[in-house]
């Protein structure tokens, strides 16, 4: 176990709707990442917050959108959801902004039909 | 911005064989490349990383080199067994920026 909690481990919606991913850092960790694994892809980088503040952006598409709360946890929310949205959704945390260690969650498994 | 090219996608050995995978990266500022393993519907986890400073590191059965004239890092599994069977991320990072990952090898040991 890593230490880095996301929730739900699978999430089956419909084209069109808007769900909500869930990712708690390792006790301590500031630093979290979002990456999106497609079955040909490796990990895509999507967006990073360190300490509530957003600090790095990849390929994170304008339907998407995340945040950090105070309380250090993120959320990764995506709308309009597309079929091509289907994907394994990874957090990791880190303990500084460039922490050379990332820790990752067991992962959200998103189907959209 | 940085770009990491894993070599090869599949790879398959006998039990006892050793495994090479490799990368290259574009960035030669880069100074910190991790290696991650993901077995089938787990997470990624860190198996060994190298720094720039450093050409070689080893850890029991695997290692890791990196050529910096060349830009190029290796990971070496040496006396495959079935449970090294997963897929390896290689990945690079300049100063404090974000991780750079390539698209990983699917490395099948059989027995």
């Known amino acids: 176990d890593s230490g880095v909690t996301q929730t739900p481990k699978h999430l089956i919606t419909a084209t069109g709707q808007r769900v909500t991913l869930r990712c708690s850092p390792r006790?301590?960790?500031?630093?979290v990442y979002w990456y999106q694994q497609s079955l040909d892809q490796g990990l895509q980088f999507l967006i990073q917050?360190?300490?509530?503040?957003?600090?790095a952006k990849g390929n994170i598409l304008e339907r998407f959108s995340a945040q950090q709360f105070p309380d250090l946890h993120s959320e990764l929310n995506l709308s309009s959801l597309e079929l091509g949205d289907s994907a394994l959704y990874f957090c990791?945390?880190?303990?500084?902004?460039?922490?050379?260690?990332?820790?990752f969650g067991a992962g959200t498994r998103l189907s959209v039909l | 911005g940085e770009n990491v090219e894993q070599h090869p996608s599949t790879l398959s050995v006998q039990e006892g064989d050793s495994a090479v995978i490799k990368c290259t990266y574009s960035d030669s500022a880069s100074n910190y490349f991790p290696w991650y393993k993901q077995e089938l519907g787990k997470r990624p986890q860190l198996i060994i990383d190298?720094?720039?400073?450093?050409g070689e590191k080893k850890d029991q059965r695997i290692a890791v080199t990196l050529n910096k004239t060349a830009k190029h890092f290796s990971l070496h599994i040496t006396e495959t067994q079935p449970e090294d069977s997963a897929v390896y991320f290689c990945a690079a990072r300049r100063g404090y920026s974000t991780l750079t990952f390539g698209k990983g090898t699917m490395l099948l040991v059989s027995p």
């Open positions: 917050y360190y300490n509530g503040e957003e600090r």
């Open positions: 990791a945390s880190s303990v500084a902004e460039g922490g050379n260690i990332q820790y």
């Open positions: 190298i720094r720039s400073n450093v």
């Open positions: 006790s301590g960790d500031l630093s």
